[in-house]
C-alpha cells in the first residue's frame, strides 16, 4: 500500500446538548404510563421518515408516488424491449409494402411483429435476457422495499394523527417548524428519546442530517476526490448521483462501512493507534466496490441512456431551449449546503438565486458566438418561413419526404441560436449581481470578490451553476468515470479519511456520534477571519474554510429562534445580531471614524441601505486607495441588499428589516409558547395560515441574507485591514532594523502569504488582500452544546468585540514579512491562544488593543 500523509490533528472534544446533570439520565417510566412512541429505538430512521412524509404531502401522495416508481421501471425495461425485438422498422419506414384485403392504407399495427416471433428473437438474444433478470431482481427489490416503507410509513401516519394531533389533509399546509415544535413538545408526555429529558431542534437535525453533515464537511476541508485538472478542460469538477451513492454506501451503510449502525461509528475507527491498518482495510474495500462497478458498467450505463431518453425527450421537443437553461449542480448544493440545513431550506436559497444567477451568465456570452448564431438564425427563419408558407398555401406538401422533419430541425436551430443571443436592452452588471447572489447563495470563495467581470470566477462559478445538458451528460458518462475516481482516486485518500471520522467525530449524549462541525461551535472550528478571533482556539486544521461554522451557526440560529444555544455561542449570535438591527435601524453611530485597523467597519449596515451617498464621512486610514475599493464594494452591496425585500419589490428594505425583526419577535414568542405561525388566528383557514408562515419564512430568509453580507462585508473589510495595517509597518520597519532581528527578517513566516484561496475554488487569479494570521492551538477540550458543562470554560468575562469602543483582546502574532506588531518581537510559531479571563490575570504577552 503506498505511503499515506495526513494533515488532520487529533480533535479532543466531548460535546454533549444535555442540561447539566443530566448528561447519563435515563428516564423511567411506569408501565402503565408507556405510550406506543415510547423509547423509539431508532430515531434517525424516524425522524427522517417524519420528515420525508412531511415533504411528500402526506401519506397518499407518498404512497401514489412509489406506486408510479414501480409502474415506471416496468414501462422503460418492457417499452425497450419492445421497441427493440417487436417493431418491423421496414414496414413502419415505407421500405416494405403491406398487401391489405380492404384498406390500402398501411396501420400502424402492421408495424407490430406477431406475437411468436417477437418472442423468438427475444429468447435468442443473450444480452436482452440478461437486461431482463437483472431488471426483475432490482424490481423485485424496490417492490419488497416498497412494502416494508409502506408498513413504516403507516406507523409515521400514525403518529402524526394520534401523537401530534395532525391529520393528513392539512399536512400539505403546515411548515416543517411546527411539525418540529410538536415532535419536541410531546418528548415531555410520550418519550420518545429516553436518553434525555427534553429533545431540542438541534437534536432532531442532527439525527436527519447525520450522514450529510459529514458529506458537507468532506466537501468544505477538500476531502472527497471531485476536483480534477484535465489535460484539454482544464481544473473540471464531476460529482453526480452515482459517485455520491458509492461515497455514502463505502463511509455511511454498505457492509463494512465505517459505522456499526445509524448513530454510532465504529469503536475501532475511534482510536488512532490501528489507522495504517484501517486505512488498508478500507483502500482494500473501495478497491472492491470499484470492481463492482466496473462489471456493473454496461447495465448501469444502459439504464441511464433509457432513463435520460424517456425523461428529456419530450421536455427537448416541447422546450428544444430547455438544455441551454442551467440548474445548480450536485457540488454546487453540497458545497452551499450550512451545517445543520435540511433539504427544502438549501432548495429555497438557492431557488431563490437562480434568476440572478442565470442573469450573472448571461453577461458572458462570447460576442463572436453572438454573431454566429443571428447570422444563422436568420438563414434557418428564412428556410422555416418558406415551409410555412407553403403548407398554408397547400398541406399536401407536408406529405412530401422529409418536410415535416425539416420544419422540426429547423425550429429547434433557431431556438438554440436565440440562447446565444443577449437582450440588446439588458444592462449586465457583474459585480452587483454577484452580490445579490452572494445574499441568497450565503457562501463566495474570497478571490471572486472584485473579479466578477473576469472568465476565471465565471468558470468557476459555472461548477455550482451548471448547464442542464452538461448534468445529464456528466450523468450518463457517470457508470465509465465512477470506478475510475475509486479506484485511483479515493483509494489514495484513505488514511486522510480514517483520520477525519476519527478527529471530527463527538459523542452527544441522547443523539450518538455526530461530526464535530455540525455542532457549529465557534470555539472548535470558527474561523478568526470570519468574526471568531479571540473567541476560537481553533487550530488551521480545525477550521472550516470560507466561514461555514460562523455562517451555518446564523442560519440555524435564524431559521431556529426558539433554539436554545449553549452560552458561548449565544453571546455570539447576539452580539452579531445587535450590531447588524442597530446599523440596519439607522442607530447612532460608533464615537470613532472608521478605521481599516479596527476589526470592523463603521456603520457598515447603514451604509449598504443608504448606498455609496453615505460614505462621505468614513475614514478608511492611511491608504486612500483601500477607500475605493471600499466604497466600490458598499455600492455593490447596496444593490444587493435593495433587491431582498421579501414582501414588494417596492418596500425599502429598511422598512422590510423592521418589520422582519417585528415578525422574528413574534415568531420567537409564538415559538416559545408552543405555537406556530398556522396557529395565530384560531379562525383562520389553512390557506391563510401557510401564507403567514411564508410571510415569515421570507422574513427570515432576508434577515439571513443580511447577515450573510454583514459578514462577507466584515470579513473583506479585516482582510483589507490587515493589509493596510501590515503595509504601514513594513515601511515603518524598513526605516529602522534595530526592532527587528536579522534571522526573522530574512526568514518570512510560513504562514505569511497572500489571503488564502478557498481550498474548494482554487484558482490562478491572484486575490488582492492578506489574511491576518491568529493564534491557534489543538484543542483539548470543547464547550457541551445546547447548555452543557464542558471540560474548559472562559474564567472571565467575554470580549465584547462587536459593541462601540470595545477592547479587543488579541494573541501576539507574526504578520506577513515577520515583522512584530505593537512592539512586541516576532515568533517563529503560533502561540496557544489562551482563555479569556480578567485583565489581571492577562499573561505578559497578551494585550489590549484600544
Known sequence: MAHFDTEYQRLEASYSDSPPGEENLLMHVPEGAKSQWHHIENLDLFFQRVYNLHQKNGFTCMLLGEIFELVQLLFVVGFTVFLANCVDYDVLFANKFVNHTDSSKVTLPDAFLPMDVCSARIRDNAFVIFLLIISGVFWLHRLVKFLYNVCCYWEIRSFYINALKMSMSELPYATWQEVQARIVEIQKEHQICIHKKELTELDIYHRILRFKNYMVAMVNKSLLPVRFRLPVLGESVFYTRGLKYNFELIFFWGPGSLFENEWSLKPEYKRGGNRLELADRLASRILWIGIANLLLCPVILVWQILYAFFSYTEVIKREPGSLGARCWSLYGRCYLRHFNELDHELMSRLTKGYKAASKYMNCFLSPLLTVVAKNVAFFAGSLLAVLIALTIYDEDVLSVEHVLSSITLLGVCITVCRSFIPDEHMVFCPEQLLRVILAHIHYMPDHWQGNAHRYETRDQFSQLFQYKAVFILEELISPVVTPIILIFCLRRKSLEIIDFFRNFTVEVVGVGDTCSFAQMDIR???????????????????????????????????????????????????????????????????????????????????????????????????????????????????????????????????????????????????????????????????????????????????????????MHEMHKQQSRGELSRHTWHRQESDESSDSIPDEVRSEPHPHSRHFPRSHTFPTTVPSPSTIPTSASASASSAPGQEGAASQRRYSGPTTDSFSAGAKVVRSARVPMGGWAEEGQPAARHHEPLPEESSEDEMPPRIHRVT
Open 524 to 710: 472548535q472550528h470558527g474561523h478568526p477571519a470570519w468574526m471568531s478571533e479571540g473567541k476560537t482556539e481553533a487550530s488551521i486544521y480545525q477550521q472550516a474554510e470560507d466561514g461555514k461554522t460562523e455562517l451555518s451557526l446564523m442560519h440555524f440560529a435564524i431559521t431556529n429562534p426558539q433554539w436554545q444555544p449553549p452560552r458561548e455561542t449565544t453571546h455570539f449570535i447576539s452580539q452579531l445580531k445587535e450590531r447588524v438591527h442597530r446599523e440596519a435601524t439607522g442607530a447612532p453611530p460608533d464615537t470613532h471614524p472608521l478605521s481599516l485597523s479596527e476589526s470592523e467597519p463603521r456603520s457598515l449596515v447603514a451604509n449598504l441601505l443608504a448606498g455609496p451617498s453615505t460614505l462621505a464621512s468614513v475614514h478608511f486610514g492611511r491608504d486612500s486607495s483601500l477607500a475605493n475599493h471600499a466604497v466600490a464594494g458598499l455600492s455593490d452591496g447596496a444593490s444587493a441588499l435593495r433587491s431582498l425585500s421579501p414582501v414588494s419589490s417596492s418596500l425599502h428594505l429598511r422598512g422590510s428589516l423592521s418589520a422582519a425583526h417585528r415578525a422574528g419577535q413574534t415568531s420567537k414568542t409564538m415559538a416559545g409558547s408552543g405555537t406556530d405561525a398556522r396557529t395565530v388566528s384560531s379562525g383562520s383557514s389553512a390557506w391563510e395560515g401557510q401564507l403567514t408562515s411564508l410571510v415569515l419564512s421570507d422574513y427570515a430568509s432576508t434577515e439571513m441574507s443580511i447577515h450573510a453580507l454583514y
